[in-house]
Every structure is written in C-alpha cells, then in structure tokens.
C-alpha cells in the first residue's frame, strides 16, 4: 500500500518570495508521483507528474518538482510566488500496475502575503 | 485531456434524503472514480466505477450508502444515500486513460441539514 505525508499543512509566505512545499510517500513498489493544486472553490488541476527519467520534473505556472528515490521525497518548489498561487496543494501516488488509484496527502495550504 | 462536467454543482438537502450526482466526460474513457473531499480536508477515494459491472469501493464505503451505475464509458452516477451531515463533502469525479494522470470534474458540493 501507499502513503503520502505532506508535512506543512500551512505555509505564508510573502509574495515574489521563493517557497517549498514538503511531500514524502512510502510504497513498496514503483510509483507515478503528482502534484495539484486546487484555487478556492474550484476543482483539482495537474501542476505536474514524476514518471520516470530526469528527476526534476517542470509544471505549469513556473512550479517545479524534484524526485528523490533515496529519501522518498517529491517537494515542490516555485523560486518566486505570486498573489495569485494561493491555493491548496495536494502531492499524490499512484502505483505501477493496471489500476490508477491516486492516493493524495492531507493537502498543504498555501497563502501569499503582499 | 478530458472535459468534465458535474451535476448538480451545488445543493442543498435534508437529512434522510438521498441525492444523484451525474458525471459525464467528454470523450470515452477507461477508469472513472469518485472521491469525497470533506471539509478542509484532502480527498478520499470512495470508488472505481466500473462499465459493465459493479463498481470497486474503499474501505469504509459501502454500495448501499454510495451506489454507483456506469452505463457506459462516457457517464457515471453517484448516489448519496439516506443522507446525514456528516456527508455534507464536496463529491468529486475523475477519469484517467492511462496509468499516468487523471483529470477531474469541478465537483458537487453538498450540504445536508
């Protein structure tokens, strides 16, 4: 079975500051690994996913992500935030096989000072 | 990707009432799923909706409380039946093609007074 910990439940930081968001998951085989966000009152969309090769993985809105198979860790990270990436985010597994149930963490909330 | 779309978007609903919650993509798809989102709180799988035969449930969830139909590979249902309080959620459904990724409605979400 998997697991997703996302450590932060809650992160301020000022905007055009750079942030990380903490994500760790534990699986005893090979898993695709994602990272949503969803805005206030809207659905959930892809920022980007880990499934093999170069393990920093670039998404949408100048989010990135790095893969680190040893500590089991897929944190993601903005270099300079906006007002408008307030939002909560979700990191999530799924496992190598015929069926693609996400398992998501408990969802960090992030919120950009001015 | 997928369009997706929910209904209804929103409602509310008395207690001991249930409620069907329609999903419906745009192209045909493989998997279609139903998560629960409580609030402040991240999702929950409740089910994997299966076309042809009876949908696949978590723990915790039970066909009586959520039955759920998928007639074909374009539209599922999701039933809240005999509703309380504590299911008032956002129910979200989701589809994936592949291994690799799912897309996901923009929800319903439900109070039950």
């Known amino acids: 079975a998997q697991s997703v910990t996302q450590l932060d439940s809650q992160v301020p930081v000022f905007e055009e500051a750079p942030v990380e968001l903490r994500c760790n998951y534990s699986s005893s085989v090979s898993v695709y690994l994602f990272w949503y966000v969803q805005y206030p009152n809207q659905g959930l969309q892809l920022l980007l996913k880990y499934l093999s090769g170069s393990t920093l993985v670039k998404g949408i809105n100048g989010f990135e992500a790095e893969f680190n198979k040893s500590q089991t860790s897929f944190h993601l990270r903005k270099p300079s935030v906006h007002i408008s990436d307030t939002a909560e985010y979700f990191c999530?597994?799924?496992?190598?096989?015929?069926?693609?149930?996400?398992?998501f963490g408990s969802g960090t909330r992030l919120s950009i000072r001015p | 990707s997928a369009v997706i779309s929910q209904k209804p978007s929103r409602d509310i609903c008395q207690r001991g009432t249930s409620l069907t919650i329609q999903c419906q993509v745009d192209?045909?798809?493989?998997?279609m799923f139903w998560y629960r989102q409580q609030p402040g709180q991240s999702l929950t799988l409740i089910a994997t909706?299966?076309?042809?035969?009876?949908?696949?449930?978590e723990s915790g969830f039970v066909i009586d409380k959520f039955p759920i139909s998928r007639p074909n590979l374009t539209f599922s249902t999701l039933t809240v039946s005999n509703m309380s309080p504590e299911d008032s959620s956002i129910y979200l459904c989701?589809?994936?093609?592949?291994?690799?990724?799912?897309?996901f409605g923009p929800g319903t979400r439900l109070t039950v007074l």
């Open positions: 909706a299966n076309q042809g035969s009876e949908a696949t449930y």
């Open positions: 999530a597994v799924t496992q190598y096989s015929s069926a693609s149930k996400i398992i």
């Open positions: 192209s045909q798809v493989t998997m």
């Open positions: 989701s589809v994936a093609r592949g291994l690799d990724e799912q897309f």
